[in-house]
């Protein structure tokens, strides 16, 4: 029996430790068994020395509620994906006067079902989390891991088994808001930013609608695949050298990592303007503030095209 779409969103997930921290595991689709070695700090393929009964449970306690479905349809080893409706249900839950139209809530929700959004919750990067640069953990993953002990001993050597880890993904929906507050803001400027260079590109000078383009394809990662094209090299280039020439000036609390993916792929410039604006009214707390876009820009800009922002 599915929940009410005001129950359905992070703050409902939050209420139970288990649905949270499996939700956010199959972000990344994923087998069970799959998600159980993200959970318990495995890499993936390796061996599974934990009862996972309770992950079994809650699978199906989220698939009885549609926040999971089955990426395909096979008997054996089936791909489950986490449904984006708590994510979106929050957003609009904040969004008070900033409400959004019904086709600006569809291509938000394209963009956040996007393979290019989900993947900054992949095994690898959960596990191996994105830092800044002294080199401590960006604080959306800080965290996640807790240590385990265990009373019994170890079937195999009759010895005490060490301790372990386990994923626990608590306050999930300031997590969540963090990310995509710096997603809207990051596209907020380097779109404008992108303009400013490429004024005769076809984003820029209106001949392509990017609102348009992802509602007629319905897919945010082919949006990026076809405009890769028209998408200068060397654009987001400048950027890392400035971050790392001023890394003091940020008192260097710059998410390279979390930079280097975002600048893997043209998709922070593909986010139509009026969806970058409207996440970046999300509330979170932090001790971390984004990057000073105006001071980066002023660097990129003046001093590498002498243009006067």
Known sequence: MGESKESCD?????????????????LEPKTQQEAAALIFGVEPGGPIH????????????LLERNLLSKK???LRNVKLRANITPLINSILRVQKKEALTEDEIKVLSIILDSDWFREIFSHKKIRHPFTYQDKEVYEPFLGLYKEIHYNRKDMSTNQKRPPGIRLE??????RMFQIIYELGYYSHNFSYDFCVLNKNNLICDGKI?????????????EVIKDMKSTFPSGFFERYVHYLN????????????????YLFSSPALCLIPEEIAISLRVLPYSSSNRPVDMGFLRKKVLYERTNINV
């Open 10 to 26: 992070l703050k409902y997930l939050e209420r139970n430790l288990h649905n949270a921290t499996l939700w956010t595991a199959f």
């Open 50 to 61: 934990h009862n996972i009964s309770s992950i079994s449970k809650t699978r199906h306690n």
């Open 72 to 74: 395909e349809n096979k």
């Open 169 to 174: 993904v608590e306050n999930l929906e300031n």
């Open 209 to 221: 609608s990017l609102f348009e383009e992802i509602l007629t394809k319905n897919s945010f990662d």
């Open 245 to 260: 020439k001023y890394s003091e000036i940020f008192s260097r609390k710059v998410p390279l990592d979390f930079f280097n």
